[in-house]
């Protein structure tokens, strides 16, 4: 029997560091496939924006830890665009800043944070076709998914998309300190013992420093198209 039957959930991962192109390329195929799309690095952004706000310290599990029983993420999805609520509050917007996104790398170290962000995320596409992105979620989230893609992209053309994103969003973010920032995630987000960033063996290993996003989207495309075969 094909693996790929039309009537199955069609799952999708795709891996790889701040500013390979991962939300813009998944948001763009969950699209136009009409199926889910699942950032989940707006969940880990929403912790880290929680532990802020707190005036606690990200890096420190005694700051993090006492606070997390106590934190209800949650993921609405609102004229088909993601909506991440904080205890009940929509912080969206408010988790797209250069202070949450090394928050959010601080945070995702701990299994404590990981595990509870992963039964949602596992739950969630537990029975919808969708594209998930984030660092995990071919290796540890969803090992089963039916396509894996890593993303990469040079850590030059990576900080210039984060710099134009962070531009766009109204902050004014020093060039210099958003290399910074990204080689600081990297290493964090690469190096803790708990799923961390890795190809899995099965993905396909696609470089974006010189691609469309187009380009990059019908690449995945094809290789859906080729595994239903
Ligand atoms: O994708 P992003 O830049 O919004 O993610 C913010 C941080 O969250 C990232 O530096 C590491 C963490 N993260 C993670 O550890 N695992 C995921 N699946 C997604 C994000």
Redesign the pocket.
């Known amino acids: 029997m094909n693996k790929y039957a039309a009537n199955r959930n069609l799952v999708i991962a795709i891996d790889g560091p701040?500013g390979a192109g991962?939300?813009t390329i998944a948001k763009k195929l969950a699209k136009k496939l009409a199926i889910l799309y699942l950032?989940?690095?707006?969940m880990?952004?929403a912790v880290g924006l929680n532990i802020l706000e707190a005036g606690r310290d990200p890096a420190d599990p005694l700051d993090v830890l006492p606070l997390l029983d106590h934190m209800d993420i949650a993921v609405r999805y609102e004229n088909g665009l993601q909506a991440v609520y904080l205890n009940g509050r929509n912080v969206t917007d408010k988790i797209r800043t250069q202070q949450v996104?090394g928050a959010?790398?601080a945070v995702?170290v701990l299994p404590e944070v990981?595990k509870k962000l992963v039964n949602l995320q596992r739950e969630i596409a537990s029975n919808v076709s969708l594209v998930m992105?984030?660092?995990?979620?071919g290796t540890y989230?969803l090992p089963n998914a039916d396509i894996k893609i890593f993303l990469t992209a040079s850590p030059k053309e990576r900080t210039r998309r984060r710099w134009k994103e962070l531009r766009e969003n109204g902050e004014d973010p020093d060039y210099d300190d958003i290399r910074k920032e990204i080689a600081e995630?990297d290493r964090?987000?690469s190096n803790r013992s708990f799923a961390p960033?890795k190809k899995a063996e099965d993905a396909l290993l696609i470089d974006t420093t010189n691609k469309a996003i187009d380009e990059v989207v019908n690449e995945i495309e094809g290789l859906i198209q080729v595994q239903r075969r």
């Open positions: 701040a991962k939300s950032d989940t690095g707006a880990y952004r996104s959010a790398s995702a990981r992105d984030g660092r995990d979620i989230v995630r964090n987000d960033l």
